[in-house]
């Protein structure tokens, strides 16, 4: 299995709303990764957790909150969001070698 | 992290063989070069890394210059399914940032 699963695909949200996003792997990587992309931008990264601990968090506001449960697990916890982080969210998961990604979630903040 | 620059965007025709360079002069000696590509609205798909040595798998094969400074992703009969963003990025940890890319056509 070398997939990583993202949910949802689409997720439509107002500022208002707390919402999570939920990216899952079963290949034994011990890194997992958030990203944003806007649109025809390249994938900008936010988060790295590296065996479940975070290792690097680029600066993002704390109305974005990673979480690692276990090594298959990260979820991506929204709350406050404004109209410009709409945007499609990738994760991605490696071991030392390539990264597989997700197919992301596109969120739209309204 | 190496700062890589590529070109813009590039065309190619159908069948033809696409090389598309990248440029990593800052790159160090324990960082690898890998190639991804993202086809419109989807996850960016691996491709293939190198670190001294020229590599070829199913997909493409890199070329990499003896310096390490440059180095150069072909796709052997490039397809219109190949149109997509290429992204060069090097790096040897999970400290790993996609520069601009190259966004290649195939046109028939």
């Known amino acids: 299995d070398t997939e990583v699963t993202q949910t949802p695909k689409h997720l439509v949200m107002g500022m208002t709303n707390k919402k999570s996003l939920k990216c899952e792997q079963h290949m034994g990587h011990r890194a997992m990764y958030w990203y944003k992309q806007k649109a025809k931008k390249p994938p900008e990264l936010m988060f790295v957790y590296s065996y479940e601990k975070l290792s690097i968090n680029e600066s993002v506001p704390s109305r974005f909150s990673p979480e690692c449960p276990n090594s298959s697990l990260l979820n991506l916890h929204l709350h406050a969001l404004q109209p410009e982080d709409s945007a499609l969210y990738l994760c991605?998961?490696?071991?030392?070698?390539?990264?597989?990604f997700g197919q992301g979630t596109r969120l739209t903040v309204v | 992290d190496a700062k890589t620059t590529q070109p813009p965007s590039m065309d190619c025709a159908e069948g033809r063989a696409a090389n598309l360079p990248c440029n990593h002069s800052?790159?160090?000696?324990?960082?690898?070069v890998y190639w991804y590509r993202q086809i419109h609205s989807q996850g960016p798909q691996y491709i293939i890394h190198?670190?001294?040595n020229n590599e070829t798998n199913e997909m493409a094969s890199l070329i990499i210059t003896e310096d390490r400074k440059s180095s150069t992703l072909i796709l052997p009969h490039a397809t219109l399914r190949d149109t997509a963003v290429y992204y060069c990025?090097?790096?040897?940890?999970?400290?790993?940032?996609f520069g601009a890319g190259t966004r290649l056509t195939v046109k028939p």
């Open positions: 990025i090097g790096h040897n940890n999970n400290d790993m940032r």
């Open positions: 800052t790159i160090s000696g324990n960082e690898y």
């Open positions: 991605a998961s490696s071991q030392g070698q390539e990264a597989f």
């Open positions: 190198g670190l001294k």
